[in-house]
Structure formats: C-alpha cells, structure tokens
Nanobody, 115 residues
Framework: QVQLVESGGGLVQAGGSLRLSCVASGIIVSINSMGWYRQAPGKQRELVATITSGGSTNYADSVKGRFTISRDNAKVAVYLQMNSLKPEDTAVYYC?????????WGQGTQVTVSS
C-alpha cells in the first residue's frame, strides 16, 4: 500500500508564500508523474501543477509565474512553492502521484489566503 502525506498548508495573508510538501511511502517500484491539485468550496478539483519523472512541468494558467513545482526522486517527494498568494488560491490542496501504474492521492492540506 502506498501513502501520500502532505504538509505545509496554513493561513497566510495575500502576497505571502507557502511551501507544500508531499512524501510517498510504502512499497514503490516506479514513479511517473507527480502533481498538485486543489479544490475550493463548491468547485471541482482542478489541476495546479504536474511534473514528470524527467522534470518536465505543467502549470495551470492561474498559477504560472507564482507557483513552482519540484520533486526529489530519492526521497519520493514533490513540492509546491507558492508565492504571491491570492485569496482565490484558497482551497484544499491534494498531492497526486502515478506509482506502479496506479494513481494515488494524499488526504489534502488546507491553504487559506486572507485579503
């Protein structure tokens, strides 16, 4: 069984920064894409950013230039550096990873940006 555990969420003022971390544990043979998604109240879950095993990244238009995704393959971890946060970034952020040909999700971490 694989587990993804997120950390780093919290309350921050608009314009501030947060760094989310997600570490995978369990029996892991191969990892492909990893990423972050978010879900605001009353809205569908949406992609924030993804990163392939080779380091190629993809971002939602709404976060380009403000958020940076990175990963550490040795630690089986993915990170999301969030700068210039806006109130509309408020959501539960979920870590996602394609491990051993299956998609796994973390439990989510709350990010709240006050105006």
């Amino acid at each position: 069984q694989v587990q993804l555990v997120e950390s780093g969420g919290g309350l921050v003022q608009a314009g501030g920064s947060l760094r989310l971390s997600c570490v995978a544990s369990g029996i892991i043979v191969s990892i492909n894409s990893m990423g972050w998604y978010r879900q605001a109240p009353g809205k569908q879950r949406e992609l924030v950013a993804t990163i392939t095993s080779g380091g190629s990244t993809n971002y939602a238009d709404s976060v380009k230039g403000r958020f940076t995704i990175s990963r550490d393959n040795a630690k089986v971890a993915v990170y999301l550096q969030m700068n210039s946060l806006k109130p509309e970034d408020t959501a539960v952020y979920y870590c996602n990873a394609d491990i051993d040909f299956r998609t796994w999700w973390g439990q989510g971490t709350q990010v709240t940006v006050s105006s």
